[in-house]
């Protein structure tokens, strides 16, 4: 089967719809994040800093990226995207594969991501997760596949790009240090000892050292040619957000509350902690799985995290593939599961439209959907956690 | 002798020359301030909630004449923002074009940010129709939690000025009681103009209050609160205090 096969009867058609739709509907197609990476590659097009663009909060990068946009056709963004889709579908499946499933089962699973209408329409709209899909994708294959330099360097492309998935880090180093035969030892001290030592070793020096390089590389670049700017709305930004206004998280409600008093930005620190707490235990309690870890990980920070964008979904759905294989769900508990998934959200949208179009003061029971839908994320999550059978050969799909 | 009166004669038509020329001017000025004063501009905000669209109708007098420029100045307060970007890819779709007086945060909630000024160039080429409509798009801000009973904050969003501009009646002088003001001369923003400002601005409407949505902070503990009270722009509300206090 061919993998550039199944999503040209999607993407292609849903692009050149898209491009109607722009020119001759009111309501857009386009997301209004594709004008502002567009408007930024405009700008590095003109010598200029891409920040010049009022709320762009990328990498420079992804302007650098997106400069055939001006120099070609505007439609060269979302071109990108939808490739990198497609080869995120393949990296699933060769991870897949690697991981002991067979070529039918891999490709099965697989159709699940290719064919999953969310990401062909984040894609097409313009939204560039995808390629952060697919680098993430790509350091979880070159580690299962025990290419730790090139996992290092996709790696450390990775988390220039978005910084969630620096929580990767600790699976990872867990997961790369000298794993040792259980001694009877108990010894407080020496049992930390070791421990700390077993974090010592060359493989996990090697990734270390060239995932930071290249972090740093690219970080000193573009310091040097955008200034604290670049600094400040890649990163540091998104560190200090409090953003107000209604989203996903229930912290939302809070932030606004307490936007001008003193303690807002303790609160907003403070806030981190839940998300801190469950990452470490989930870290420690999975690593000899990277890909189970790193989607647990991923929906933890996206569900506890102080805003919550629908394009933040992406980061975890496409680890979910993954996941599945090794899920002992039936296929009626997992399509439960996501039927509850999609009405949290649905609950949490209509006052949200609400509010925002037809002006009625639904802000409560927009927060409530919100602590809600954290609640209903909580509960799949602990579903997953408790139906994930770390076997070899991981089991099918159950069909009841 | 011929030569007196051949000077003479140069002279008076030179003068004559300039008389009419002031005449004509004086006539220009005249047409223009006639021309201000029977302007009709009214104003009405259409859409609900958060997003709006202000539309500006213009009436200009029938016997306007071609070459006459229009500027319409909205001076909005700090509770409402327009989008930069939208206004861009809009240009292409509209035959008006704005110029905006300063940055503008796209983010920011409203008791962090200040009001702002648009010019607004509603043909900016080619000849000016008697009849022009303009719409904006607006944004409202959030706005600072409210202490008191009210879920909703009122914005006032007043009418534009009304501008005109003629290259027939430069200097503009004898145009009282109207204002001169200094603007730009057009949407490029590449040098200024003496714009007459209508001064009783024949109005349909005053002013137009918009309200936004805004949580509420309570100091005490509240019982439930019920209330399905209707406003003139047939908003309507339910109020369900909670049971909690405030930070």
Known sequence: MSFSRLPSLYDWPLVAYGDYQDKTMVVKFTDIDYHVFTDAARFITEGQSPYNRSTYRYTPLLAWLLTPNIY????????????????????????????????EAALRVCSLWLLNPLPIGVSSRGNAESILAALVLGTLLCMEARHLMWGAILYGLSVHMKIYPVTYALPIALSLRTTETRSEDKKGMKSLMRFIRSFLNRELFLFASVAAGVFCVLTALFYYM????????????????????????????????????????WLGLAAFLPQLILLLVASWAFHSDLSFCCFLHTAIFVSFNKVCTSQ???????????VIPHLSLSLKQGVGLLILWFAGQGLWLGPAYFLEFEGYNTFLWIWLAGLLFLIINSFILIQIVSHYKPTQTPQRLKVE | MYFVLVSVLACLASCHCFIERDEKKENHCGLLQHWIESTLVSMQIIKKGFHREVETTVELSPDVHSGVRVLLLHRWPRGVYVDPYQLASLSDLNDWKILLDSTIDLEGPAHKTTGFVTF????????????????????GRYHEPSFVAETFTSVEIEPPELLLWTEKCIPLNNVEPHDVMEAPCTHHNSSSCQWVKQQHQKKERGPVNVQFPVVKLYSSYSGVDYRVPLDASSQFTVIFSPYFCSA
């Open chain 1, 72 to 103: 070609l056709s505007m439609v060269f963004g979302k071109i990108l995207f939808i490739v990198c889709d497609v080869l995120s579908g393949l990296l699933i499946y060769k991870i897949l594969l690697l991981k002991g499933l067979g070529t």
């Open chain 1, 226 to 265: 955008y200034g604290w700017e670049f600094l400040h709305e890649t990163y540091l930004y998104h560190l200090t957000r409090r953003d107000i206004r209604h989203n996903f998280s229930p912290y939302f409600y809070m932030l606004y509350l307490t936007a001008d008093s003193g303690w807002s930005q």
């Open chain 1, 312 to 322: 933040y979904f992406l980061w975890y759905l496409c680890l979910l593939p993954l």
């Open chain 2, 120 to 139: 607004v160039y509603p043909t900016p080429d080619g000849p000016t129709p008697t009849l022009l409509k303009v719409t904006i798009p607006i944004h």
